[in-house]
Nanobody, 129 residues
Framework: QVQLVESGGDSVQAGGSLRLSCEAS????????MAWFRQAPGKEREGIAA????????KYADSVKGRFTISRDNAKNTLYLQLDRLKPEDTAVYYC??????????????????????WGQGTQVTVST
């Protein structure tokens, strides 16, 4: 049974930093396209970062590019998202997701939630002014 468990969400002031973790069980992160999505109240889910299995296959939404960094530690079977220079508009529930289909992480394609098979329960990030 696959499980993705996010942690690291918190309340921070604008300009601050957080690191989110997503610990996977039941799958090997080294074989999966892994991604982070977020959903703010009243808004649609947004794909913000993804990392494929092959080198140089990371991609970011314009809203977070240059501020967020996705990474993984396959030895720990864990995906990370480093959030820097946080803004109030980054307030959302953050979810990690995984798919065995590498096309989900192709840099030239948009990040689509319907292409991901496994999801975590989410972790709340709140950024205040």
């Amino acid at each position: 049974q696959v499980q993705l468990v996010e942690s690291g969400g918190d309340s921070v002031q604008a300009g601050g930093s957080l690191r989110l973790s997503c610990e996977a069980s039941g799958l090997a992160t080294s074989n999966y396209c892994m991604a982070w999505f977020r959903q703010a109240p009243g808004k649609e889910r947004e794909g913000i970062a993804a990392e494929g299995v092959a080198p140089e296959t990371t991609k970011y939404a314009d809203s977070v590019k240059g501020r967020f960094t996705i990474s993984r530690d396959n030895a720990k079977n864990t995906l990370y998202l480093q959030l820097d220079r946080l803004k109030p508009e980054d307030t959302a529930v953050y979810y990690c997701a995984a798919t065995a289909y590498g096309s989900g992480c192709f840099p030239w394609r948009p990040l689509r939630g319907d292409e991901f098979d496994y999801w975590g329960q989410g972790t709340q990030v709140t950024v205040s002014t």
